[in-house]
């Protein structure tokens, strides 16, 4: 199993910014993923998610930072960053991450992730 936790309004933005001094901004970093490996071997999750709205309709979001497929070993957690719409944010109800092998790894999106 892969625990997802999900952090909108982070304050990633500001952490990115003093690690990076003044060579390098990332702005509208405000949505915050981590994917915990509960599972007894690797797992390789590729850098992005469907959000499903209220509505059904899918939208793939392949803007997450770090890009590319990611090994998370087991016990270990891995942080995923993009800039989300905080219109879009509201009105979803789930996102869903994948694996190399098909499995899939959905979450509800709380009230107080919103």
């Known amino acids: 199993m ?3 936790r999900v952090i909108m309004n982070s304050a990633v933005e500001d952490v990115f910014n003093f690690k990076t001094g003044c060579c390098l901004r990332l702005f509208d970093q405000n949505l915050e993923i981590h ?5 007894s071997h690797p797992v390789i999750i590729p850098s992005y998610f469907d959000l499903e709205g209220e509505d059904g309709d ?6 997450l930072m ?3 497929n990611h090994e998370i070993a087991p016990g270990d957690i891995k942080a995923f960053y993009c800039q989300m719409d905080e219109q879009l944010w509201n009105r979803s109800k789930s996102l869903t991450f994948y694996d190399d092998k098909g499995n899939v790894y959905p979450v509800r999106i709380e ?3 919103r």
Do not use: D, F, K, M
Request: hydrophobic letters at 35%.
């Open 2 to 4: 892969v625990h997802i």
């Open 35 to 39: 994917l915990e490996n509960r599972r």
């Open 58 to 63: 899918v939208r793939r979001i392949a803007t």
């Open 66 to 68: 770090p890009a590319g």
């Open 111 to 113: 009230q107080s992730t």
